[in-house]
T-cell receptor, first 117, second 117 residues
Framework: AQKVTQAQTEISVVEKEDVTLDCVYETRDTTYYLFWYKQPPSGELVFLIRRNSFDEQNEISGRYSWNFQKSTSSFNFTITASQVVDSAVYFC??????????????FGKGTHLIIQP | EAQVTQNPRYLITVTGKKLTVTCSQN?????MSWYRQDPGLGLRQIYYSMNVEVTDKGDVPEGYKVSRKEKRNFPLILESPSPNQTSLYFC????????????????FGSGTQLSVL
């Protein structure tokens, strides 16, 4: 069975600091997909990234970057120069087929990120 | 605009009073799914549907029903709501190719906050 662990329940940093959100996953499949979603205070789920298990290249998008390491089964998310608008709950998720699989995404419990001005 | 629409956004009801949360998508997606989000538990799948008249249980189906009579709609039905069904509910959809979803992501609705008194 697949499992996603986000050990950090809540992180609080001061604006402009860098912050890394950890995600560790478990799966028996060799082909799988990892996701990050952002849930701002308004409640909707915002897709951030999807990464295939066969592509271990790290990705950078503006102030966001993702470090995928199969050797440690981790898919960590770093925000550089954090801003107050980054305050949200962030979910890491795993699926064993593209897009989500018949069984859906398996989500971690989320990390509540608080950026203080 | 491509979107998944849930209604209502907020709902307060009493134990035992049947209710329906509607979900509609305008992307001609085959796959639709319902999740519930609870503090400390993340998102868990309730039911999913691979196409019209094809539905199946997710991880936490007890106390819920769904139907998929039309491709665009996937209502969630609580025949006799109980207080432990107080939660934030999300509907999601995705395209399918064969039995595999090919979209990069699930499209989520804005959520329905349900309170059962």
């Amino acid at each position: 069975a697949q499992k996603v662990t986000q050990a950090q329940t809540e992180i609080s940093v001061v604006e402009k600091e860098d912050v890394t959100l950890d995600c560790v996953y478990e799966t028996r499949d060799t082909t799988y997909y990892l996701f990050w979603y952002k849930q701002p205070p308004s409640g909707e789920l915002v897709f951030l990234i999807r990464r295939n298990s066969f592509d271990e290249q790290n990705e950078i998008s503006g102030r966001y970057s993702w470090n995928f390491q199969k050797s440690t089964s981790s898919f960590n998310f770093t925000i550089t120069a954090s801003q107050v608008v980054d305050s949200a709950v962030y979910f890491c998720a795993l699926s064993e087929v593209p897009g989500g699989g018949a069984d859906g995404l398996t989500f971690g419990k989320g990390t509540h990120l608080i950026i203080q001005p | 605009e491509a979107q998944v629409t849930q209604n209502p956004r907020y709902l307060i009801t009493v134990t035992g009073k049947k209710l329906t949360v509607t979900c509609s998508q305008n992307m001609n997606h085959e796959y639709m799914s319902w999740y519930r989000q609870d503090p400390g538990l993340g998102l868990r799948q309730i039911y999913y549907s691979m196409n019209v008249e094809v539905t199946d249980k997710g991880d936490v189906p007890e106390g819920y029903k769904v139907s998929r009579k039309e491709k665009r709609n996937f209502p969630l039905i609580l025949e006799s709501p109980s207080p432990n069904q107080t939660s934030l509910y999300f509907c999601a959809s995705s395209g399918l190719q064969g039995n595999v979803r090919v979209n990069e992501k699930l499209f989520f609705g804005s959520g329905t906050q349900l309170s059962v008194l």
